[in-house]
């Protein structure tokens, strides 16, 4: 069946114009589609990086807004038990806080990251829920406020600051590995639009050859047969392999040619005789 | 060289590859739960590979005879463009494939060794799988074999490349007619890719499972859809089936074919044949009584089922796995290392030396004993009733010289790139008999990612080698180096 269909396809002949324009046409989608591969994975990678930098940036930019938060509380803490005229409780933006927190762990998207933005909110639990017992402790006659930070509030402080420091490193990492996948990545957005034009090279060097082949040489080859008639009176006799026009156009001129020729000698043979019949005359 | 007839024919071979193409982007269309992410880059990749393919019929409309040298071009340069071309659909897509991942997993697909670069194939697009399944498909059968079908028998193109891309062992060892070999190697190579993908359904195995195990398990080839390969199925009877299609994969094709037409066992009834099954009967014994005495499986059947399926897969050249062969000691090492060199037999689509040649060689062997004993007597090597021409002795040992001068050459090159001796020796060894997976890391349940680029495009030639029998690539490259000089 294959067979079949196979011979019935290659006995379906082409015109020389159907020829040059399937060829040309073979390579016009072999650019359209490296023009079109090009453009898709541009915006595709466009998008790609400026979504990825803008969500490291925001991380960053958020784990900061928690390390100052957590620091200026500490801070005023800190002024709250070395000033024993100052009774009044620090404020904290709790709820800023947590917004930050959550709008954190939104934009992470490895499972890694998420736990250590999970343990942020962790230790500043663990460090607000210390952080309460500052009232009872000022009110206290028993229990030294210093001694109570030191031995209290700083190690949750120093815990919920390293967390705070672990995550930010982390996103930092997560930047650089980033910045290497977006490396990797623009180095395959242009592997399609690469191979496609190699492929278009490819196909036009074959085109180059075929015409070659199948017109310029047989041309030149008719046009100094037809030279070598013309000057010399030699038999045109050039073939060569096609199935076209130009197969046609040659094979009219071997028979325009041969034609000749025989009227040539035919001439020859009249003019011969004429000259034998004159001195008869 | 006549450029218009091998880039004709040539062409031909990139449209088999194209129809693949399309038939991996419907399995891409038909996903039930939408297209999957391989949609685009199988679809440039066919329309790419057609267009290419196609090309060389606008302008070469009649095919012309072609010589020997003409023969040998097509063939290298069907293959190599295939695997080109083939690499298409896994760069495009990305993911683990970088260029050398995608040309390392194209040219393990068409050879049927079935080594991967991939750690996690399941995460793979189900469209890309079926292609890299497909890849197997027709590398099995061979590039070329695809464009003898439609070549008419009485064309001198078809007799000469009949003669170069089927091995010249396997048309002695089976009579018949040039043109019929062709059809009857096809015939049973897709009745048994049927069978097996109907007894893998029965089996249970979900339907591209069983279409891409079918393919990998007839081709010999060895890629699966699943991170533990046949183990991941844990069934006994998924097992029994892909024994019995490794062997009769890595059995003559004719005459498996004159079995089924005369009703009978008889024409298996062969030297050769007889030879590989009771090496791979033997050697599944061994196995299973030392993995049971050194308690590497506990029961008798778990013992016989891994000795088995280990012998018959690496003695059928297939690589497929129901169990990890990191922890085996070095005797069975050998054992396997002996197998991957020795494969089936010829006519089929194992690799390796082929059983064939080592029952020469060892027939030579004995002879040549035998005349040192004796110098005065005349001895002939037969086989079964046909006796042996010393020319085709000298071939099969001089073949045999040259692999293994091939295995020391590429592991030479991989441990000068810094692959462990070890791990080069074996890899080589399973690249070069189209197996796939080595020992170790590379094992059959590991993969060739981690190895480095000078290593992996050396298997990658490795492969290429072996699957058209060293001797076609090195007579092309001569041809090309003689019309330079010219």
């Given at each position: 069946?294959?067979?079949?269909?196979?011979?019935?396809?290659?006995?379906?002949?082409?015109?020389?114009?159907?020829?040059?324009?399937?060829?040309?046409?073979?390579?016009?989608?072999?650019?359209?589609?490296?023009?079109?591969?090009?453009?898709?994975?541009?915006?595709?990678?466009?998008?790609?990086?400026?979504?990825?930098?803008?969500?490291?940036?925001?991380?960053?930019?958020?784990?900061?807004?928690?390390?100052?938060?957590?620091?200026?509380?500490?801070?005023?803490?800190?002024?709250?038990?070395?000033?024993?005229?100052?009774?009044?409780?620090?404020?904290?933006?709790?709820?800023?806080?947590?917004?930050?927190?959550?709008?954190?762990?939104?934009?992470?998207?490895?499972?890694?990251?998420?736990?250590?933005?999970?343990?942020?909110?962790?230790?500043?639990?663990?460090?607000?829920?210390?952080?309460?017992?500052?009232?009872?402790?000022?009110?206290?006659?028993?229990?030294?406020?210093?001694?109570?930070?030191?031995?209290?509030?700083?190690?949750?402080?120093?815990?919920?600051?390293?967390?705070?420091?672990?995550?930010?490193?982390?996103?930092n990492n997560e930047l650089k590995k980033n910045s290497a996948t977006f490396e990797r990545g623009f180095y395959r957005s242009i592997i399609p639009g690469a191979v496609a034009v190699a492929v278009g090279l490819l196909l036009i060097l074959l085109l180059l050859f075929f015409i070659m082949v199948y017109y310029v040489n047989p041309i030149y080859k008719m046009i100094a047969g037809l030279k070598d008639n013309i000057a010399f009176g030699k038999k045109y006799n050039y073939t060569f392999d096609g199935d076209d026009q130009l197969t046609e156009l040659n094979e009219g001129i071997s028979e325009i040619t041969d034609d000749n020729q025989m009227l040539r000698k035919r001439l020859q043979d009249i003019r011969e005789n004429e000259k034998k019949e004159v001195p008869k005359d | 060289m006549n450029v218009k007839v091998i880039s004709r024919n040539v062409g031909f071979a990139l449209l088999v590859s194209a129809l693949f193409m399309f038939f991996s982007v419907l399995v891409s269309i038909s996903n039930p739960t939408g297209n999957d992410s391989a949609l685009a880059a199988l679809s440039i990749s066919c329309l790419i590979t057609f267009l290419v393919g196609i090309f060389p019929f606008i302008f070469v409309r009649k095919s012309e005879a072609i010589t020997l040298q003409d023969g040998y071009m097509i063939i290298f340069l069907s293959w190599t463009l295939s695997f080109i071309f083939g690499m298409l659909p896994y760069a495009l897509w990305g993911?683990?494939?970088?260029?050398?991942?995608?040309?390392?997993?194209?040219?393990?697909?068409?050879?049927?060794?079935?080594?991967?670069?991939?750690?996690?194939?399941?995460?793979?697009?189900?469209?890309?799988?079926?292609?890299?399944?497909?890849?197997?498909?027709?590398?099995?059968?061979?590039?070329?074999?695809?464009?003898?079908?439609?070549?008419?028998?009485?064309?001198?193109?078809?007799?000469?490349?009949?003669?170069?891309?089927?091995?010249?062992?396997?048309?002695?060892?089976?009579?018949?007619?040039?043109?019929?070999?062709?059809?009857?190697?096809?015939?049973?190579?897709?009745g048994l890719t049927f069978a097996a993908f109907i007894c893998y359904l029965l089996c249970g195995m979900s339907a591209f499972d069983a279409i891409n195990h079918a393919f990998s398990v007839v081709?010999?080839?060895?890629?699966?859809?699943?991170?533990?390969?046949?183990?991941?199925?844990?069934?006994?009877?998924?097992?029994?089936?892909?024994?019995?299609?490794?062997?009769?994969?890595?059995?003559?094709?004719?005459?498996?074919?004159?079995?089924?037409?005369?009703?009978?066992?008889?024409?298996?009834?062969?030297?050769?044949?007889?030879?590989?099954?009771?090496?791979?009967?033997?050697?599944?014994?061994?196995?299973?009584?030392?993995?049971?005495?050194?308690?590497?499986?506990?029961?008798?059947?778990?013992?016989?089922?891994?000795?088995?399926?280990?012998?018959?897969?690496?003695?059928?050249?297939?690589?497929?796995?129901?169990?990890?062969?990191?922890?085996?000691?070095?005797?069975?090492?050998?054992?396997?290392?002996?197998?991957?060199?020795?494969?089936?037999?010829?006519?089929?689509?194992?690799g390796g030396v082929k059983c064939d040649r080592t029952l020469v060689l060892f027939k030579a062997l004995g002879r040549q004993i035998r005349t040192a004993i004796h110098p005065s007597t005349v001895k002939e090597i037969k086989f079964?009733?046909?006796?042996?021409?010393?020319?085709?002795?000298?071939?099969?040992?001089?073949?045999?010289?040259?692999?293994?001068?091939?295995?020391?050459?590429?592991?030479?090159?991989?441990?000068?790139?810094?692959?462990?001796?070890?791990?080069?020796?074996?890899?080589?060894?399973?690249?070069?008999?189209?197996?796939?997976p080595a020992l170790g890391r590379y094992g059959n349940l590991g993969n060739y990612d981690s190895m480095n680029v000078i290593s992996k495009l050396t298997l990658v030639v490795d492969m290429f080698l072996g699957r058209v029998e060293i001797y076609p690539i090195l007579a092309a490259f001569s041809l090309m180096f003689t019309f330079k000089r010219k």
């Open positions: 069946m294959f067979r079949k269909f196979y011979s019935k396809l290659n006995s379906y002949k082409l015109s020389m114009k159907m020829k040059l324009t399937l060829s040309l046409c073979v390579i016009a989608i072999v650019l359209l589609v490296s023009s079109v591969i090009s453009i898709m994975e541009y915006s595709r990678m466009s998008h790609y990086v400026s979504d990825l930098i803008a969500d490291n940036i925001n991380s960053i930019n958020v784990a900061e807004r928690l390390a100052n938060a957590s620091n200026d509380y500490n801070l005023e803490i800190l002024k709250v038990i070395g000033d024993t005229a100052k009774t009044a409780l620090p404020k904290f933006k709790q709820e800023e806080f947590m917004e930050h927190c959550d709008s954190l762990k939104k934009s992470l998207t490895s499972d890694k990251m998420i736990n250590l933005a999970d343990s942020v909110v962790y230790s500043y639990s663990a460090y607000m829920l210390t952080s309460l017992e500052l009232k009872n402790v000022m009110l206290s006659d028993f229990i030294d406020t210093r001694a109570w930070y030191f031995n209290r509030l700083q190690p949750r402080y120093n815990r919920l600051r390293s967390d705070i420091d672990v995550l930010n490193t982390a996103i | 993911g683990p494939f970088s260029v050398i991942n995608s040309l390392f997993e194209s040219v393990s697909g068409y050879t049927t060794t079935g080594a991967t670069i991939l750690s996690n194939v399941e995460s793979i697009p189900k469209s890309l799988l079926f292609w890299r399944s497909s890849t197997h498909f027709i590398g099995g059968l061979g590039v070329v074999v695809f464009l003898l079908l439609i070549i008419p028998s009485s064309s001198p193109v078809r007799l000469r490349l009949t003669n170069m891309e089927v091995s010249s062992l396997s048309r002695d060892g089976y009579q018949s007619r040039t043109f019929k070999t062709v059809f009857i190697f096809t015939y049973v190579y897709v081709a010999t080839g060895g890629f699966s859809t699943k991170n533990l390969s046949l183990a991941s199925f844990h069934s006994v009877s998924i097992n029994i089936v892909s024994m019995v299609f490794m062997v009769l994969g890595s059995m003559h094709f004719g005459y498996i074919y004159l079995s089924i037409v005369n009703h009978s066992v008889k024409p298996l009834n062969n030297p050769v044949t007889k030879l590989y099954l009771l090496s791979m009967l033997v050697f599944s014994l061994i196995l299973s009584f030392y993995f049971k005495i050194t308690g590497i499986y506990t029961g008798w059947g778990d013992a016989l089922m891994n000795g088995s399926f280990h012998v018959i897969s690496m003695s059928s050249s297939t690589g497929l796995a129901i169990s990890d062969n990191v922890t085996w000691p070095f005797a069975v090492t050998a054992i396997i290392i002996f197998l991957m060199i020795q494969c089936g037999c010829s006519g089929s689509t194992a079964g009733e046909r006796v042996m021409k010393d020319e085709m002795v000298y071939q099969s040992v001089l073949y045999i010289t040259l692999y293994l001068i091939v295995i020391l050459i590429s592991s030479g090159v991989c441990i000068l790139s810094g692959v462990d001796s070890e791990n080069s020796f074996v890899s080589s060894v399973s690249c070069l008999g189209n197996i796939g």
